[in-house]
């Protein structure tokens, strides 16, 4: 039996005004992990917030933290997002240029190591870290901004890492567009955790949300 998908609420699409308020409203038995994107306007042309917010978000809620860096050179900054709460940290491969060393890096902190791929970047480029990785952030959009349509051959990409994956202890992760239309699509390409940021935020009742998500994704 498969595992039931998991569900990352992505903060992007939160109110920033009101963290506090927005956080209170999750429920930590439905949101599997909460979603956080950190962008330097280098590596992606947005710019959001870094560990001092992910920290203040780390004290107003128990959800374990998975922290998306869209940085250029994000080794960086590893100690200072282990200090912020992340227990997930990915990077992504085209950002960092010894990224073996990196992940290495990360697990020694403590956290979880993730690896993230642009659309462009095929699933080969992770093919000698595969012992290093605890997940693979797929993105199914270009990263920088909520709300894009997701790229429909990312399905196919999806299913060729799960495949690549093969019995690595890697969970699979989708991140862009990830809509109740298409959330079953990627469940079954071998998606296991999927982020979600407008779909979730934009309804009356984010737990609502992520039921309905979970729910498309069973028989
Ligand atoms: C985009 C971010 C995503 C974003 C997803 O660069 O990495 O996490 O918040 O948002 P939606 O689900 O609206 O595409
Ligand atoms: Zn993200």
């Given at each position: 039996m498969r595992k039931p998908v998991q569900i990352a609420p992505s903060l992007?699409?939160?109110d920033f005004g009101n963290l506090e308020a927005e956080l209170a409203q999750l429920?930590?038995?439905l949101a599997d992990y909460l979603h956080i994107d950190v962008m330097d306007g280098n590596f992606v042309p947005n710019l959001t917030i870094g560990?001092?917010?992910?920290?203040?978000i780390h004290q107003r809620s128990n959800i374990p933290l998975d922290v998306h860096l869209m940085i250029e050179k994000p080794e960086r900054y590893l100690k200072d997002f282990k200090a912020s709460g992340a227990q997930l940290l990915t990077v992504h491969q085209e950002a960092c240029r010894h990224l073996q060393a990196c992940l290495r890096d990360?697990?020694?902190?403590?956290?979880?190591?993730?690896?993230s791929l642009n659309p462009s970047t095929p699933v080969e480029m992770l093919s000698q870290v595969l012992p290093d990785l605890d997940l693979i952030l797929l993105m199914t959009v270009n990263p920088g901004f909520g709300g894009q349509e997701f790229i429909p051959q990312m399905t196919d990409k999806i299913r060729a890492c799960k495949k690549m994956i093969g019995s690595y202890p890697i969970e699979l992760s989708v991140d862009g567009g990830i809509k109740r239309s298409n959330i079953r699509e990627v469940y079954e390409a071998g998606a296991d955790l999927c982020v979600s940021g407008s779909e979730i935020f934009s309804q009356p009742s984010y737990n609502e949300a992520i039921r309905q998500l979970k729910a498309a994704c069973q028989s």
């Open positions: 992007l699409s939160a429920d930590p038995q560990p001092l917010v992910i920290d203040a990360i697990r020694a902190l403590g956290m979880k190591a993730g690896a």
